[in-house]
């Protein structure tokens, strides 16, 4: 295994040679939901304890506890994930490939855990770049790895995913972040298993060093390379490059051609993400990270993009006397949006900033909101409850797991009704009509999977939801080939689930692609 220049890893040793093949990927799929499912209990309870009334002193004791949970539930990912590229090789699966949608949903599923750390989470897309053939689920498993050490390692800032194509026309896929950086000693190495930048980093936030060395093992089985180098802000950048063919894509719409932006934040990623999208949609970007600065730099027709964390307490964020503004909040902050309204924005987005919506903002904004219904949609993340009225069908056979999911479930506005086994979900659905189901896979009697095929065979075509511990992209595979429709890995967040209800049991119209 090689390391070439500024910490770019040439993979050349054969997989087999890395790992044992004494465990089986069945058994690895068996130790997984061994661990995940009391882990899922854990953080789970400690999660709902977290939003009860606390004391000081409680509220310590619970995020030492859910600090420790997400520490383990690390390891044991690593760990599982890098036995079982070893044991059981690697297949490939592939499909036309969108890097938008790919990482607008990283950016989404990541958000949560940034938003708790303070930070942001933000992407950007080349316009160039058109589709692609590769494996989506592996290049979304490198992203999340790359994203989530670089939330790890980054105190304030935050966190942009790009994608672009090289001058040597390779796809190439890349997290920034606003972190200490890695040590040009310490680029060499990296990819490496069990190593780690430094060994306070390592006792800090914790690692055994594999996440990475999964990484490089998913880029050797693509004929690709992964490295790292300097990110412009001065923390660390992580890509990943390939040859892949390209598909045939529809040209995207310009649609701010000739029309300039500005962008108001104090995160520079924040700003260097717009900017991007504000760019991919043929528009002129602004950038500053006062008020007051951007007043001088954008000229008077341009709209403004002014961010939340712009206001304060004492002084809530005002909009600029004659000028079109939009303001940026957090899927936590969608409370502020009629008082934003009410104050003179002419509407919002939502963090992380998604391209087509920016773009239709933008457009509507120079109407003063008399726009079309299409760029009058509103953004599913606001949606107060995800699923009021829906009927929802839980096949869970672990009382504190099923205990957990229908909390949360119930919290969005639905009803549910809970079954043990896939044999007992068949008679529910014989008897009854939902509007989803959310199906375990390891129950005993008749499993998920089994339960999926035979409601399939029989023509029932209600959206089914797998909410299971076995979290590796082929059991996931395994899943939608049964038919179904989305996959859920414990320990189940609330941010996650949401997200799924809204996918399934959202508007029409609303886009229905798993993640």
């Keep these: 295994?090689?390391?070439?220049?500024?910490?770019?890893?040439?993979?050349?040793?054969?997989?087999?040679?890395?790992?044992?093949?004494?465990?089986?990927?069945?058994?690895?799929?068996?130790?997984?939901?061994?661990?995940?499912?009391?882990?899922?209990?854990?953080?789970?309870?400690?999660?709902?304890?977290?939003?009860?009334?606390?004391?000081?002193?409680?509220?310590?004791?619970?995020?030492?506890?859910?600090?420790?949970?997400?520490?383990?539930?690390?390891?044991?990912?690593?760990?599982?994930?890098?036995?079982?590229?070893?044991?059981?090789?690697?297949?490939?699966?592939?499909?036309?490939?969108?890097?938008?949608?790919?990482?607008?949903?990283?950016?989404?599923?990541?958000?949560?855990?940034?938003?708790?750390?303070?930070?942001?989470?933000?992407?950007?897309?080349?316009?160039?770049?058109?589709?692609?053939?590769?494996?989506?689920?592996?290049?979304?498993?490198?992203?999340?790895?790359?994203?989530?050490?670089?939330?790890?390692f980054t105190a304030e800032g935050g966190v942009l995913l790009l994608a672009e194509r090289t001058d040597a026309g390779q796809v190439r896929l890349s997290v920034q972040d606003t972190g200490p950086g890695v040590a040009a000693e310490s680029q060499a190495k990296i990819f490496l298993p069990f190593v780690q930048m430094d060994a306070a980093h390592g006792s800090q936030l914790g690692g055994v060093g594999l996440g990475l060395a999964v990484v490089a093992r998913l880029a050797q089985a693509m004929d690709s390379t992964v490295g790292v180098g300097d990110a412009p802000s001065g923390g660390a950048e992580f890509f990943f490059e390939g040859n892949f063919a390209p598909v045939a894509t529809p040209v995207a719409a310009r649609e701010l051609a000739r029309l300039t932006v500005g962008i108001g934040s104090p995160n520079p990623i924040i700003r260097a993400a717009a900017a991007r999208q504000i760019e991919a949609s043929g528009g002129r970007a602004v950038q500053a990270a006062t008020i007051e600065t951007l007043l001088a730099l954008a000229p008077p027709d341009a709209v403004l993009l002014i961010d939340e964390r712009l206001s304060d307490e004492m002084a809530p964020i005002q909009v600029p006397t004659g000028r079109a503004a939009i303001i940026l909040l957090a899927p936590e902050e969608r409370a502020l949006i009629e008082l934003r309204r009410a104050a003179g924005f002419r509407g919002y987005l939502i963090k992380p900033l998604r391209r087509v919506s920016l773009a239709q903002r933008v457009l509507a904004a120079l109407t003063n909101g008399a726009a079309s219904t299409e760029m009058a949609i509103e953004d599913e993340r606001i949606a107060p409850s995800a699923a009021k009225g829906a009927r929802?069908?839980?096949?869970?056979?672990?009382?504190?797991?099923?205990?957990?999911?229908?909390?949360?479930?119930?919290?969005?506005?639905?009803?549910?009704?809970?079954?043990?086994?896939?044999?007992?979900?068949?008679?529910?659905?014989?008897?009854?009509?939902?509007?989803?189901?959310?199906?375990?896979?390891?129950?005993?009697?008749?499993?998920?999977?089994?339960?999926?095929?035979?409601?399939?065979?029989?023509?029932?075509t209600t959206p089914i939801v797998a909410l299971t511990a076995d979290a590796f992209e082929d059991d996931r595979r395994t899943c939608l080939a049964a038919g179904m429709d989305d996959f859920l890995v414990k320990p189940l967040t609330p941010e996650t689930l949401r997200s799924a209800l809204l996918r399934w049991t959202g508007p029409a119209g609303a886009v229905k692609v798993p993640i």
């Design 1 to 152: 295994m090689g390391v070439g220049h500024n910490g770019l890893m040439n993979l050349d040793e054969p997989l087999s040679s890395q790992g044992s093949g004494a465990v089986t990927a069945e058994q690895l799929g068996t130790l997984s939901h061994e661990f995940r499912t009391p882990l899922n209990g854990v953080l789970g309870m400690a999660r709902l304890l977290e939003g009860t009334r606390l004391t000081a002193e409680q509220r310590a004791y619970v995020t030492a506890l859910k600090q420790s949970g997400d520490h383990l539930l690390s390891l044991v990912n690593d760990v599982l994930d890098f036995t079982r590229l070893g044991a059981g090789g690697l297949d490939l699966h592939i499909a036309p490939v969108h890097p938008p949608t790919l990482l607008r949903q990283v950016a989404e599923l990541m958000s949560p855990r940034a938003h708790e750390k303070g930070l942001e989470i933000a992407w950007a897309c080349s316009l160039e770049l058109g589709s692609f053939l590769a494996d989506e689920g592996r290049l979304r498993q490198v992203l999340l790895n790359f994203a989530s050490n670089a939330i790890k």
């Design 392 to 460: 929802v069908l839980l096949a869970e056979d672990n009382p504190i797991n099923a205990m957990l999911a229908r909390i949360l479930i119930e919290r969005e506005g639905a009803e549910v009704e809970r079954v043990n086994n896939g044999q007992e979900a068949l008679a529910a659905l014989a008897a009854g009509t939902f509007d989803l189901v959310l199906m375990d896979l390891r129950m005993p009697g008749l499993d998920g999977a089994a339960a999926t095929r035979a409601l399939r065979a029989k023509g029932i």
